[in-house]
């Protein structure tokens, strides 16, 4: 179970992970990482006059924006990234958590499937026994509801997947990229944030054997935790970063 004070030691580290990307873009006619994220980008490096990287406030899918001026070019060009830092090749990470009426809001989602998520997440109580009496399980409702949840998911499954991974607006994600430090090597990918939506997003709708919400490789599930407290009925995304090294 994570306290309080290891949730905030996630974010302090997420800070610092952002921190140190924006370093070495800063630093990228020596850093030889970010010479070559900024060929990915499909700039020219001999064209580049400066790049300038900066962490954006606030909650957004993009965590630094990247500006690049480039030579005989009037305009200056901006790059939003997502950044993930990852310890080891099975570790999950948090894309998206909101309350399920954030979401009814974003996604215009109808009553009944509410109804279903409040139930999943167990801000409402379940209807009848179930294996943990705080929440019902996908795998607990009943036939037809499972099959109106999963058909409404598959439905809308590319907004959804959209949200979670790129957000919307001036600060949506561009790129993610993932950097995976180990204690032999450090090693990173990076890739179009619409490629990342095709692939986490690509797959079946259906709900696992432990009674979640699996979309592609997306899990999506009651956040749980936070010693008990009103949070851990928040519905949260999942992905697994490092499985973006496979592509």
């Given at each position: 179970m994570k306290t309080v004070a290891e949730g905030s030691e996630t974010a302090k580290?997420?800070?610092q992970n952002e921190e140190?990307?924006?370093?070495?873009?800063?630093?990228?006619?020596?850093?030889?990482?970010s010479q070559q994220w900024l060929q990915i980008m499909n700039y020219e490096l001999e064209d580049?006059?400066?790049?300038?990287?900066?962490?954006?406030?606030?909650?957004?899918?993009?965590?630094v924006q990247v500006q690049v001026s480039v030579k005989l070019k009037s305009c200056i060009d901006t790059e939003n990234l997502q950044v993930k830092l990852v310890s080891n090749k099975n570790g999950f990470n948090q894309i998206d958590k909101r309350w399920v009426d954030k979401y009814i809001e974003l996604w215009n989602i109808p009553k009944d499937i509410s109804l279903l998520l409040k139930q999943y997440t167990g801000e409402i109580l379940p209807l009848h026994t179930t294996r943990d009496k705080r929440r019902m399980f996908a795998d607990e409702f009943i036939e037809s509801?499972?099959?109106?949840?999963?058909?409404?998911?598959?439905?809308n499954k590319i907004m959804i997947v959209s949200d979670i991974l790129k957000g919307r607006g001036r600060f949506a994600a561009e790129w993610l990229l993932v950097i995976r430090k180990t204690n032999d090597s450090n090693e990173w990918v990076l890739k179009p944030i619409n490629e990342t939506i095709n692939f986490f997003g690509n797959g079946k709708v259906l709900i696992t054997p432990r009674g979640n919400i699996s979309i592609g490789k997306i899990t999506m599930q009651r956040k749980g935790g936070d010693g008990g407290r009103e949070t851990a009925k928040m519905l949260?995304?999942?992905?697994?970063?490092?499985?973006?090294?496979?592509i």
């Open positions: 580290k997420g800070f140190y990307v924006i370093s070495k873009f800063n630093n990228w006619e020596q850093d030889l990482d580049i006059e400066y790049v300038k990287a900066e962490k954006i406030p606030g909650s957004y899918k993009a965590d509801e499972q099959k109106r949840l999963i058909t409404w998911i598959e439905e949260q995304f999942k992905i697994n970063p490092s499985e973006l090294f496979n």
